[in-house]
């Protein structure tokens, strides 16, 4: 019971994040939407940003094994790094209220931890796609366009501006639209001096 109260609480907040763009989300407001009082969240949540740190938890355990399985696939960097992207980006376009914490504004006035853990969020989906164009790059007789770093940094920049318009958008366009094709023009140069030809 005291882990459906729990989800039901992540749930409520995750919501409001996504129907909230541009206000600060209240205990006792989220305690109305739930329908319990603050005293009852704060037994299955000692602060709010508990709350945001188990949604962050959240997307963790939802991004990062699918993202490992993918960079361990037998395809080209270029294939691999473009779906780990789109992975993100999915994952923002079905959760909205998870695509303000992606982007940060909902963390302002919070505590440090939580921006810190973001940053480490990202850290790790851009160290996941260095390896796998390193790992190309290491093979491919050629010389590459761009060193591994400069590559997922870019890849990382273009998931990152993508989910950051749909928040500025209100949700209105999906951040994975047109990314299969806009990719395909990216990878191309991007990937033109390695074996993903």
Not at 25 to 44: D, M, N, Q
Not at 166 to 191: C, H, I, K, N, Y
Request: with cysteine; aromatic share 6%.
């Amino acid at each position: 019971m005291a882990g459906q109260r729990k989800q039901q609480i992540l749930q409520a907040l995750a919501s409001m994040l996504q129907a909230d763009s541009g206000g600060k989300i209240t205990t006792a407001a989220l305690a109305r939407e739930v329908g319990v009082s603050e005293a009852a969240l704060y037994r299955h949540f000692p602060s709010k940003a508990k709350m945001l740190e188990a949604l962050i938890e959240y997307m963790e355990e939802s991004i990062f094994p699918r993202c490992h399985d993918i960079a361990r696939q037998n395809e080209p960097a270029s294939v691999r790094c473009g779906r780990i992207a789109l992975l993100l980006l999915i994952f923002a376009e079905r959760n909205p209220g998870f695509a303000r914490i992606l982007v940060g504004d909902v963390l302002l006035g919070e505590t440090e931890r939580l921006r810190v853990r973001m940053r480490q969020f990202f850290d790790r989906l851009e160290t996941e796609l260095r390896q796998v164009v390193r790992e190309e790059q290491a093979r491919s007789p050629t010389r590459p366009v761009l060193a591994h770093n400069a590559v997922a940094n870019l890849v990382m920049a273009m998931t990152e501006g993508r989910i950051n318009q749909f928040v500025r958008g209100q949700f209105r366009d999906a951040p994975s639209a047109m990314w299969e094709e806009q990719w395909r023009a990216v990878s191309t140069a991007l990937f033109a001096g390695t074996s993903a030809d």
